[in-house]
């Protein structure tokens, strides 16, 4: 700190000392980011190439065998695709329900501050209470869902919503979207609160339609944050597990059976760290395209 | 590590333990920490109970601190796994019978022989029994529950749906499934687990002994592409596709739906009683638990239930002593080996208990001849004796529930889980 004294001249020795200040700063934070983040990963890595399992002693070095293994495997392909089909549709409907809410609760309408306290509750609760809320919901003996459609006459007989393999997968994207739209409604909103009034009333005096306010005024204003939000939504629900998991353990017949789940069972149910890992770096490649994307975006800004 | 704690052998070392001999004669055992893990006092048919014989363990030693870690049934082997890993503490644990081989091999047990004594074992258990956690020579646990998973029926719903008669043979219990459906479409005629891959294996097995089929032999060879294995997992499959199996319960879902008079039959161990007790009001809901034999295929076949067994065991780990005067043993003692605590385990929960004394007390009532009666034939799960069992196990759970649920044909199923038991177990070889 004493290099850093007032009335020191400006040189390069000052210039290196504040690199180094600046790089002490950060030491707590890089100790804390390689001990909790960067060794795990690596060391899952590592064992990717290996042949280990939570009850032998030592790991076998195998090269490619995981991976080769995993390519040949048709069941873990389609989890892959699983994967996707939950990510595109969870992401794109928590996107299109919290920008359509944010654009409601924006109108400043009475009570429009009490609705948006209570549209943050899906947010507040823990996941796994929003799981087995929908699992009740959707139960085919006690479900509130088929006591409805069969009081209204729509069923004749109950639907095991969570025991079809499409039905299931829709349950747990309704599920996710139900407990993330709160969050994306308030980037979306916070946006939306810096859009000029006067824009949109010299719009509407020239004529112009809802559609047109919204697809020439206000797309175009919030473009940047939902950028932002399409790449946050998409990673964290390529992370997606406690919601699935409570709902349906990814089941019925591995229907939604992502990778996040793929890679718990592999390892503690089957006790294959190897190919758990393996798992875990394919998966850690899927997410990294749209983590690129994000860090891009943010830099550029 | 405990065999590391024994290689420091240093004068010191020989000082310390000479030292610390002296003072376990001299005063009464040094307090210690004491870790329990199991599941049952985390289910609501034995919380109450169990959590009293905890508080009463710790009121005799309150020297000794006990820690009762409970994990959901589902979540248990992983847990104890993982903890192992970790060199977690666990003294005593409550183990299904499945999960003794892997941790045998991991030389994660003590023999109980050494720590409680062969003679104080034998003089409590019956051989037979007692048998039942040996492997390899050593008595690595002693069985705090046993019976089988045999059928269970609702008398209620029975007697209501008409049916006379408990079904003997396979064709006599789809014509009781079917008489159940005419007399009630809400009520449920078989609660055959359609979720989670565990129990899905667990009464897939029953029901493919039943018709001859066997998945692996002894040696690990898989038999499972027959004829027999086709004609069970059809019979399961026509089932669902005929509405006598509902669709996406588990046994647990089941348990409080055949409580509340809305499932005819199921599978299930002895636990059954201390669950609809729990949900359906008392010991006055006894009388609607019938149990009964398997139905078989051909009237005069054997009926096959499946081995079932809950353990107590004790880890050699994270500071678990083995000594036989420790809080370990001690506690071990007093939750699965004492006669009174057994009594009031069956008393209230309906735990059929392993213990001559208590069985030679309560063993004529009827619920336990049934579950000993169906002991007798049962079988251990053809896949409880490999060290890669949990993945064995998934195999078959998920082949069935496939086929159960539509997702793939007979045919597929069977030849698909042949296919992935033998690369399973030729990769664990």
Known sequence: MAALAIGQPRGAAYLGAQQRFGFLLTVPALVAYGVLILYPFLNSARLAFYRSTLMAPEPVFRGLENFEQLFGDPDFLLSWLRTLVFVGATTALTVALGLGWAIVLNQGFRGARVLRSLSLLPWVMPSAVTALLWAWLLHGQYGILNAALLTLGVLDQPIAWLATGAWAMAAVVLAKTWLSTALVMTFFLASLQTLSSEQVEAARLDGAADRHVIRYIVLPHVRNTLLVVLVLQAMGNLQQIDVIYAMTGGGPVRATSVLSIEVYKTAFQNWNLGRASAIGVLWFLTIAIPAGIYLRTLFRE | MGNQRNRRTGPMAVLRHLLFGVALVAAPALAEDVVFIGWSQTEVGLKPTLEKIFAGFQA????????????????????????????????????????????????????????????????????????????????????????????????????????????????????????????????IPFGFSTKGISLIQVESTIVFWAFGARFIDEQGKVLVDSPQARDALKYLVDLVKEGLIAKGNDRFDTRKIFANDQVAFFFDPPVVRGFVRAQAGGPAADAKVMILPVPTLKAGDTPRGLLWAHFLVMFNQGGATGARDGAGAQLLTAVGMDAATQSVLWRETGQIPTLKTTLAEVGKDPYIQDFLAAAKTARWDETTFFANGAELRQIIGEEVEAAMLGGKSVDDAIRTMARRLDTALKAAR
């Open chain 2, 60 to 187: 005799t030693h309150p020297r000794d601190k006990l820690e009762v870690i409970g994990f959901p049934f589902g979540q248990m082997e992983q847990n104890l796994v993982l903890r192992r890993r970790n060199d977690q503490r666990m003294d005593v644990a409550q183990l299904q019978e499945r999960w003794l081989p892997p941790f045998v091999a991991m030389n994660a047990l003590y023999d109980l022989n050494q720590v409680i004594g062969a003679d104080v074992l034998a003089a409590r258990y019956d051989p037979d029994l007692l048998k039942l956690g040996q492997i390899n020579g050593k008595q690595v646990a002693v069985p705090f529950t046993a019976g089988a998973i045999t059928m269970v029926g609702n008398r209620k719903v029975l007697d209501a749906a008409g049916i006379k008669q408990p079904p003997r043979t396979l064709e006599e219990f789809t014509a009781a499934l079917r008489k159940v459906k005419a007399w009630n479409k809400d009520v």
